[in-house]
């Protein structure tokens, strides 16, 4: 089970983007979907850039970030975080292995 959410933020056209997924979940592919579909909605109501907070050791989501495009920098409430932000795409380049 997971949710997806996408709230606008401090610039009309963007937004936070923010995924949860239950432990038993991960690993699964929902993360990537849901925040396919959540881009999709986003972009359908004018939002053009996303961002979100992620916690620096958390390297598993920061990685799907960038899969999604978002490129990691410093987060603004401390060093803990760091923030990924992304352009939003309908469908986000697919990584090569």
Known sequence: MGLA???SAEHEDSGEVA???AEDWRRAGLATQLLRR???EALSFGFRHGYADI???NTAAI???RRFGAEPGPG???LMLKRVT???ELEPPRPYY
Do not use: I
Request: hydrophobic share 60%.
């Open 5 to 7: 959410q996408f709230v």
């Open 19 to 21: 995924v949860v997924v």
């Open 86 to 88: 992304a352009r939003l």
């Open 76 to 78: 603004p409430h401390g």
């Open 38 to 40: 959540v881009a999709a």
């Open 55 to 57: 916690l620096r050791d």
């Open 63 to 65: 990685e799907l970030a």
